[in-house]
């Protein structure tokens, strides 16, 4: 399965900026679906996720209120909806599944639970 993140860019703090994410397989059904970024010389780290069924979402306190996970009615593309952008918030941005569909304690927020992964989108925002 390949994962296909697009949509960063460079933009100013305090705007905006919408990802997405589309899948070789066609539809995200029955998929946990999450997004991850990394910052240069920083470990990667959770942002947000949304479990299969899309009625649980969760996110980074560092993002609460300013970012939003969504899935079109098609299940073909997962967005990730970025508002107030900050420059902290630069880095590169991925969107991730776990086709095992794992429970657990933050079983949403461990990078370790997603078994596919796409290859990022940067996401630069200047102050």
């Known amino acids: 399965v390949q994962l296909q993140a697009s949509g960063g860019g460079l933009v100013q703090a305090g705007g905006s900026l919408r990802l997405s994410c589309t899948t070789s397989?066609?539809?995200?059904?029955?998929?946990?679906i999450g997004w991850f970024r990394q910052a240069p010389g920083k470990e990667r780290e959770f942002v947000s996720a949304?479990?299969?069924?899309?009625?649980?979402?969760y996110y980074a306190d560092s993002v609460k209120g300013r970012f939003s996970i969504s899935r079109n009615s098609a299940k073909t593309t997962v967005y990730l909806q970025m508002n107030n952008l900050k420059p902290l918030d630069t880095a590169v941005y991925y969107c991730?599944?776990?086709?095992?569909?794992?429970?657990?304690?933050?079983?949403?927020?461990?990078?370790?639970?997603?078994?596919?992964w796409g290859q990022g989108t940067q996401v630069t925002v200047s102050s």
């Open positions: 397989r066609g539809t995200f059904d029955y998929v946990h």
């Open positions: 949304a479990n299969w069924r899309g009625d649980r979402k």
């Open positions: 991730a599944t776990d086709s095992e569909m794992r429970y657990g304690e933050n079983y949403y927020a461990k990078s370790y639970n997603y078994d596919n």
